[in-house]
């Protein structure tokens, strides 16, 4: 059974400052593995996603990196802001999608 | 173009009672699902469905009903609502980078 770990589960740093979540999966045999942003009281948004075969994604400030061999993903935050504050979830896809249980992440201005 | 919407926003049961989770979708994605959020916990998922009229179990179905006549609905129905059922439910649309929630509904059974 596939099971997905995030730590830390929260982590405050200040403005500015670069900064990198973690994510561990026990499976290796995924499709894709995803990062998800959830504001408090919302719904999940789509960050980035990566397919097995790649090894990273960037998007604007955001790049996620994926080693499916040891069964890691990071998600590298750049000159981090205020607006970064939310839980931060990692989720893989192999038979079924797998959610973590989120880094909540506070940035102080 | 109003993505996924759920209804209601809130709602608190007595043990006992039923009701229904609203789901709509407005992107024609063929793949809708239900999830849980529990505190401590990832995302669990309720049941899902592949298209009209095929739906299927995921990983904690007990307690919960849903069906698929349209493309667009994807009701989740609590037959006897109990405490343990205590929980943000989250309706999806599509898969992959496509993959898109609800803004959730927070449920409380006293």
């Known amino acids: 059974k596939q099971e997905v770990t995030q730590i830390p589960a929260a982590l405050s740093v200040p403005e500015g400052e670069n900064l990198v979540l973690n994510c561990s999966f026990t499976?290796?045999?995924?499709?894709?593995l995803q990062w998800f942003r959830q504001d408090p009281g919302k719904g999940l948004t789509s960050l980035l996603l990566i397919q097995s075969s790649q090894r990273e994604q960037t998007s604007g400030r955001l790049n996620a990196s994926l080693d499916k061999s040891s069964g890691r993903s990071t998600l590298y935050i750049a000159a981090s802001q205020p607006g970064d504050s939310a839980t931060y979830l990692c989720a893989v896809e192999g038979e079924k999608l797998t959610f973590g249980t989120g880094t909540r992440l506070t940035i102080i201005p | 173009n109003a993505g996924v919407t759920q209804t209601p926003k809130f709602q608190v049961l007595k043990t006992g009672q039923s009701m229904t989770l609203q789901c709509a979708q407005d992107?024609?994605?063929?793949?809708m699902s239900w999830y849980r959020q529990d505190p401590g916990m990832g995302l669990r998922l309720i049941h899902y469905s592949v298209g009209a009229g095929i739906t299927d179990q995921g990983e904690v179905p007990n307690g919960y009903n849903v069906s698929r006549s349209t493309t667009e609905d994807f009701p989740l129905r609590l037959l006897s609502a109990a405490p343990s059922q205590t929980s943000v439910y989250f309706c999806a649309s599509g898969g992959g980078i496509s993959l898109a929630f609800g803004p959730g509904t927070r449920l409380t059974v006293t």
């Open positions: 499976d290796s045999a995924i499709y894709n």
């Open positions: 992107m024609n994605h063929e793949y």
